[in-house]
């Protein structure tokens, strides 16, 4: 069993995420595939946690990986 599942996010200007399980999921939702973000969601947090805690868990990722683009 892998230690990681993909979750793929969409961010919003506020700062708000929306979650998609896939981008089929996104797409049909219509959502453009080119804006999501593939995240790798640790295992345990996936199973055992909360919905909140994920996104929690996401907003902090897209963040980070915001200020690193950026700095780039």
């Not at 804006?35 to 909360?50: A, M, Q, T, W």
Request: glycine fraction near 4%; avoid cysteine; charge should be negative.
């Amino acid at each position: 069993m892998a230690d990681t599942t993909a979750l793929y996010a969409l961010r919003f200007p506020d700062g708000s995420v929306s979650l998609y399980i896939d981008e089929q999921y996104a797409m049909d939702r219509g959502v453009d595939p080119a804006k999501l973000v593939r995240i790798e969601i640790p295992r345990d947090l996936f199973v055992n946690g909360s919905v909140q805690d994920v996104r929690e868990y996401v907003a902090q990722y897209l963040e980070v990986h915001h200020q690193r683009a950026s700095s780039a």
